[in-house]
């Protein structure tokens, strides 16, 4: 998934580009979905594995080095502790990591759309068009064009004998 290439914007393929934009926005929706979905399990994972630490830390208090049964925040403190509870947060870590990423996708697609209709007018209203001359005034300025030839060929010494030999 390589959102930074589905993000760009190929001005003059449009209709391609709109053609594509629905597709891909649900495709990112889904994933985000997906993500949200990930990171919830991997939150209920931490919840669970933390409660059978805890458990097991205020049964078998021995086990973790302690003499006796520890109070509720002393166990809560060895909790922390427990390799198992930190690789349940790395994963919950991870899993919102990837839910923001996803987040972010999503949302530049939102802008992309916005700026694929911003384009789109541009478009409509001529912006990349070539530009339209009249033809008065084209005929007006080949005229001045002709003029202003003529008489720099005619204060030139050497564009007057030509001009003379051609006569």
Request: aromatic share 8%; net charge positive; no cysteine.
């Amino acid at each position: 998934m390589n959102y930074q290439e589905d993000i760009e914007i190929n001005k003059d393929m449009l209709d391609v580009e709109w053609g594509k934009q629905s597709s891909l926005y649900l495709k990112y929706s889904k994933e985000y979905a997906n993500a949200l979905y990930q990171k919830e399990k991997a939150k209920e994972s931490l919840d669970v594995t933390s409660a059978k630490v805890f458990l097991e830390i205020k049964t078998s208090y021995e086990e973790y080095g302690l003499e006796k049964q520890p109070s509720d925040k002393m166990t809560n403190e060895v909790l922390l502790l427990d390799e198992r509870v930190q690789t349940a947060k790395n994963i919950l870590l991870e899993k919102s990591y990837e839910v923001n990423i996803l987040l972010s996708a999503k949302n530049a697609f939102e802008h992309k759309k916005t700026a694929l209709e911003m384009l789109s007018k541009l478009y409509l209203s001529g912006y990349w068009s070539t530009p339209q001359i009249s033809s008065e005034h084209k005929d007006k300025k080949e005229k001045e064009l002709r003029k202003t030839l003529e008489q720099k060929t005619s204060t030139n010494k050497r564009m007057a004998k030509l001009k003379r030999r051609k006569l």
